[in-house]
């Protein structure tokens, strides 16, 4: 008869990303997971195969909890409300270090096909999202969506650069500088 699970599936995926966040490709091990989340690597190899497949697991979850969010965020037609989409995506980091795992990442979702694949999602998720949220702009709403996506990828490289204040108050402020370019 099989043990009974005291560590969930949701909870290794949980810890799994939360290792994402600190380590990069390289440097992400079973054996680092295995200690976020109190198991041994080996119980992490019989739960999900291996780490690729524990990675898209992990990452799948993070997509559907990225969906839920979408669902309970405002539906307003206005620039708080797009931002605010935006913001569930944005983490208040402190360090470029942080950031810079996340671009080795982003390399690994260029490579990737699975990877690709779930950050493609995760990507037309959010400018559907936005697109139906938009304030009047004098651009078409798929047009404008990508190019605030783009905005937001631009303010993470920028504060990574300057480090002016937070980084959600950062990219709060440069979405806002873009609608006062859009609907002027």
Do not use: C
Request: no cysteine.
């Amino acid at each position: 008869m099989p043990r009974p699970r005291r560590i969930s599936d949701e909870e290794i995926l949980a810890g799994t990303l939360a290792v994402i966040m600190y380590t990069g490709p390289a440097e992400f091990t079973l054996a680092a997971v295995a200690a976020e989340v109190g198991l041994a690597p080996s119980t992490l190899l019989q739960r999900f195969g291996d780490k690729r497949r524990l990675i898209l697991a992990a990452l799948t979850q993070d997509n559907s909890e990225f969906a839920a969010a979408i669902a309970q965020a405002p539906t307003t037609r206005e620039r708080g409300s797009v931002i605010g989409l935006f913001l569930l995506l944005t983490p208040d980091i402190h360090d470029p270090d942080t950031l810079g795992t996340g671009l080795l990442w982003m390399r690994e979702d260029f490579r990737d096909p699975g990877l690709n694949a779930l950050a493609r999602e995760r990507w037309q998720l959010l400018r559907e999202a936005v697109a139906e949220r938009l304030p009047p702009v004098r651009i078409a709403p798929d047009i404008a969506a990508r190019l605030l996506e783009a905005q937001w990828q631009g303010a993470f490289n920028q504060w990574g650069f300057f480090r002016e204040g937070r980084l959600p108050d950062f990219v709060a402020a440069s979405l806002d500088a873009w609608f006062d370019l859009a609907e002027a």
